[in-house]
């Protein structure tokens, strides 16, 4: 079994902007915890979905970046890697090493292109390898009209990989779009996102395809500047369905616009919001392992400004993690 499998994964998209997926870890049988399944379910949708959106997190760090370029008058690319932040009297950061990390390199091989090259990066599941093309037009996120948009890529005839000692999650192909709305909102479109396990050269997982629509908003803060995002929110709904690497299965992520993921920056976690995730139902499942074909999954905020509790509701059933 996958490591992804093992366990729901907490996972920040973009320097703690978003977040897609729960903390807790699976219990061993079903008879210790009758929402396994559910979990399980909840566990196949998010880690699909959230490593679709990894590229857009790459756009999204890069674009806090050059915002706070542009303010600083940093207009070179080796400016970019050497931009740095002082957040208070005895404290400064390197931006790029606290977003994207200080062995990521990045290239410009034409006007507004970025190409973002992770050779061998560490980041919470293993190592990533590979290039993610960004298309700016020349503008931040901010500036963009009407008819404007980035798109995301991988570098054409390269793999992206993301592995581990033990197996690889290779992407063959993925197309992303990023545009402004009026509201000052984002609409991320993931296009023939593509990946499967590889185990070894003989041993290789179902290539998933995946598409998805979903809208950030940011609240709190009203520019992409490391201090603005550092005190925000950041609320995400959409919806992403497909056929997953997880042997092909075909499902569905669902976050409703009345009941968004809330990331706190101040906090540090997703403090409110609901997930469904689901089995499409020309899936053939086993009713014993999954009694029930869709999931609920919700964050709610406690008695503390912080303090969070995760319900899973599955099969009639709830538990709070």
Do not use: H
């Not at 600083?72 to 994207?100: F, P």
């Not at 062995?103 to 993610?132: H, K, M």
Request: proline fraction near 2%; aromatic fraction near 12%; include cysteine.
């Amino acid at each position: 079994m996958s490591m992804y499998m093992k366990k729901i994964i907490p996972q920040i998209l973009f320097s703690a902007v978003l977040l897609v997926g729960m903390s807790s870890c699976l219990k061993s049988s079903f008879e210790e915890d009758p929402v396994l399944g559910g979990k399980q379910i909840y566990n196949y949708a998010a880690n699909q979905n959230t490593m679709s959106l990894d590229a857009v997190s790459a756009a999204f760090r890069l674009n806090i970046i050059l915002t706070e370029a542009k303010s600083a008058g940093v207009t070179d690319l080796d400016g970019l890697k050497e931009l740095t932040l002082t957040l208070s009297e005895n404290t400064k950061i390197n931006l790029w090493n606290r977003l994207l990390g200080s062995s990521v390199t990045i290239e410009s091989p034409s006007a507004g292109v970025y190409e973002l090259d992770f050779s061998d990066t560490s980041f919470s599941y293993g190592n990533r390898e590979g290039t993610i093309r960004i298309s700016t037009g020349g503008k931040l996120l901010d500036e963009l009209g009407d008819s404007d948009g980035w798109n995301i890529s991988f570098k054409e005839g390269e793999p992206f990989e993301y592995y581990t000692t033990s197996e690889t999650l290779r992407v063959e192909n993925g197309n992303f779009a990023i545009f402004k709305r009026s509201d000052r909102s984002w609409q991320i479109s993931v296009m023939e996102y593509a990946a499967r396990y590889v185990y070894s050269s003989a041993n290789e997982g179902v290539l998933s395809a995946w598409d998805g629509d979903f809208v950030v908003s940011q609240s709190g803060g009203s520019s992409f500047t490391y201090d603005d995002c550092n005190k925000s929110e950041f609320l995400l709904w959409g919806f992403s369905a497909g056929s997953t690497y997880f042997g092909g299965a075909g499902m569905t992520y669902q976050i409703e616009e009345d009941t968004p993921l809330c990331y706190s920056l101040p906090c540090g976690q997703v403090t409110s919001g609901k997930v469904k995730a689901a089995f499409d139902f020309n899936v053939a499942i086993d009713t014993e392992t999954y009694p029930s074909r869709e999931v609920e999954v919700e964050w709610q905020k406690g008695a503390g400004s912080c303090t969070v509790s995760v319900c899973v509701y599955y099969n009639g059933l709830s538990q709070v993690q």
